[in-house]
């Protein structure tokens, strides 16, 4: 064939890897002495501390005890979880009423499997997550009063967002409706703060009152970690965009920010919303103490996405700002067209490294008295008949947080794959 | 090819004028006291040494850079601070860089519409019409759906100009499109860009295609040390260059 003129030349399959799982292992396990001494020493040692761990949380496990004291001198107690498991998942939430938390936290993990879905980022995404939002606190609250300004106010939000992001392709009607929308917002937020409307609330109210002091376990932990990185994720883009704008004071005041926030731990920050804030308050007026942690992660996390974002914005060439420059394309067209979504792909492992440490870090909220997931397996050990089981308990919700976190860890995977495609040269 | 040049411009309204611009890069003299005058319709080759100031002075046309002093009028709209002139120049003014700079994350349709959906408020249909038909000038229709990752650098490079030219717009600025190609591709690009320059398009181009120059060119500027040291139509400029620099510079690229 080798006398064949170029061109003409039969191409060549690759040759075929006939070498099976035999093959495999020759090559890669026990390609040299070296090599095979420590593939047979490593799999000794892991089928040693998986046989005593088996022997321990399976084959000598206690699963049906009534107390602690039967289960002592035996494996893991596991009846420990089985008497405690909705105390662990649901906190202090009134024990008949824990089919409420429970429909809330399929309510916020079905919102977050579906938002996971890049098809629905688009208008769906803000149906999704508003019904998604009403159940969850419909159900934990059991009742919602909406005052009237806040109505209005959602009511202006929609038709200026709808305006700024639909205005290049909405027809008449359309946009006549959003106009329509931010004129009863501003006239009836106007009137409102005139005092010619009424405080007029709606109320909501198809269960008892359920306030967030009685929240506890699985949902607390849900809702910190979905709502903090739901809002922290656009604050922080904002402030990475702030952080490289040309106008100083904006860029002094993110660039102080990010600094500040950074340079003090979660604890200090979460104890300074709960016990100095109060104090700067007008008297009467209260903040509810699971908002405010809600908030001091919000912030937290945001100082800490805004560094990630803008290490995304850098890496991407000065063409592009260029290239969009020269279309005419205004600044905010240019950054939510071209620029964000280049980097937030750069950026996508670091920002869900982030989401996973911080979906940990709402644990910290203990410290001010909030009964997240893993405070309340801690509380779970405090009954006497039950003590002497801690390892069986934070086994457990180790377990729980890392069903959590390695879902999110294959979504980040998921994604990065999902949103470069195509785009791989 | 040369008989093209030679139009008579005289007659012809102005698109774009420069009025002793200066612009430093720090203490870098980058242009100094540049004047120029650009008709409707004219093709301007720029040259010159790398440094010269050649691809500042068109970026500043359209704003990319901004000058510290003098005029610079487009289309009867002086530029200033103001970001209405500016955005509003910028819709006249095509712009092909060196490296392309197309949207990576975009389809090709989609990097071609953007601007006439966004700035042009065009319906999407038009844009997309309209996006075809100069995929199809440019001789890659079949591409559309691809992104630009997966087309050759010629082939992004043409899309590039396509993009460019979906916003209509009524002068086009090159900033050496051919220096980032392999060779073989170089044709192609130069092609469509002949092709633009018959069309009557006005254009400024910063090239060191001296063929491209000779064929479509009414002028060839010479610059050097961010000044214009010789300008002249292409035969002559070529034939018989008046200034030592230019002679210099153009005995090292065509001898070679």
């Known amino acids: 064939m080798t006398d064949m003129p170029a061109g003409e030349r039969r191409q060549l399959a690759p040759p075929s890897d006939d070498t099976g799982i035999l093959g495999w292992t020759r090559k890669n396990l026990f390609s040299s002495w070296g090599n095979g001494i420590t593939t047979v020493v490593l799999i000794a040692g892991m089928a040693w501390v998986l046989s005593w761990f088996l022997e321990w949380a399976l084959f000598t496990a206690n699963f049906t005890a009534t107390t602690g004291s039967e289960c002592r001198g035996q494996g893991a107690c596991w009846a420990l979880i089985r008497e405690k498991f909705r105390y662990i998942f649901f906190g202090s939430f009134p024990y008949e009423q824990h089919w409420r938390p429970l429909f809330a936290v399929i309510a916020m993990l079905t919102m977050l499997v579906l938002s996971a879905d890049r098809r629905m980022w688009n208008w769906r995404l803000l149906v999704i997550w508003s019904v998604g939002s009403f159940i969850t606190f419909l159900l934990m609250f059991g009742q919602l009063h909406i005052p009237l300004s806040l109505i209005l106010f959602v009511v202006l939000a929609a038709g200026g967002v709808g305006l700024a992001l639909r205005s290049a392709v909405a027809d008449q009607t359309e946009r006549a409706a959003y106009y329509a929308l931010i004129a009863i917002g501003i006239v009836g937020i106007g009137l409102r703060f005139a005092g010619i409307l009424p405080a007029w609330k709606l109320a909501i109210a198809p269960l008892s009152y359920v306030e ?108 592009q700002f260029e290239a969009a420059d020269a279309m005419g394309l205004n600044y905010v067209q240019k950054t939510a067209l071209i620029i964000l979504p280049q980097a937030l792909r750069v950026v996508i492992p670091p920002l869900i490294n982030t989401f996973i440490g911080f979906f940990k870090d709402t644990s910290l909220v203990l410290i001010i008295g909030i009964f997240d997931f893993l405070n309340t397996a801690n509380q779970a050990l405090v009954d006497p008949n039950w003590a002497g089981f801690p390892g069986e308990v934070y086994l457990f919700a180790a377990f729980v947080y890392f069903i959590f976190c390695f879902s999110m860890s294959r979504y980040s995977k998921y994604l990065e794959v999902e949103l470069n495609k195509g785009m791989r040269r | 090819m040369a008989a093209t040049a030679a139009r008579d411009l005289s ?81 006249e003014v095509g712009m092909v860089f060196q490296s392309f700079n197309l949207f990576p994350h975009l389809t090709i349709l989609e990097n071609l519409t953007l601007a006439p959906i966004w700035v042009k408020k065009m319906p999407k249909k038009d844009a997309e019409e309209i996006a075809m038909g100069l995929l199809k000038r440019v001789r890659i229709p079949e591409q559309a759906l691809k992104y630009p990752g997966q087309l050759s650098g010629g082939q992004q490079q043409r899309v590039a100009i396509a993009r460019a030219l979906c916003m209509r717009p009524k002068i086009m600025l090159f900033d050496e499109p051919t220096s980032a190609l392999d060779p073989e591709m170089v044709k192609e690009v130069l092609d469509v860009m002949i092709e633009l320059a018959r069309e009557g398009m006005t254009m400024l181009c910063v090239t060191h295609e001296m063929g491209f120059a000779r064929a479509v060119a009414d002028r060839v500027i ?5 000044e214009i040291v010789e300008q002249n139509e292409p035969q002559e400029f070529f034939a018989n260059p008046r200034n030592e620099r230019t002679k210099l510079f153009l005995g090292q690229i065509l001898h070679h």
């Open chain 2, 11 to 91: 007659s012809v309204s102005s698109v774009i004028q420069l009025k002793g611009v200066n612009k430093w890069f720090g203490q870098f003299h980058v242009l100094s006291d540049i004047n120029l005058d650009v008709k409707e319709g004219e093709k301007i080759v720029i040259c010159g040494p790398s440094g010269s100031g050649k691809s500042t002075l068109i970026r500043c046309i359209n704003r990319l850079e901004e000058h510290q002093q003098g005029d610079i009028v487009v289309h009867g709209v002086t530029l200033s601070n103001d970001v209405k002139n500016i955005e509003a120049i910028r819709r």
């Open chain 2, 222 to 226: 010479f610059m050097d040390r961010g």
């Open chain 1, 212 to 319: 967030t002091s009685l929240w506890g376990g699985l949902p607390v932990t849900i809702i910190l970690a979905t709502y903090g990185l739901a809002f922290a994720f656009p604050y922080g883009v904002l402030l990475a965009l702030g952080r490289r704008s040309n106008l100083p004071l904006i860029k002094g005041l993110c660039v102080g920010f990010i600094e500040l926030i950074r340079g003090v731990p979660l604890i200090s920050l979460l104890i300074m919303a709960s016990v100095m804030l109060p104090l700067f308050l007008p008297s009467g007026v209260t903040i509810d103490k699971f908002l405010r942690a809600q908030v001091a992660v919000i912030l937290f996390a945001g100082a800490y996405i805004a560094e990630i974002i803008r290490g995304g914005l850098q890496s991407l060439p000065k063409g």
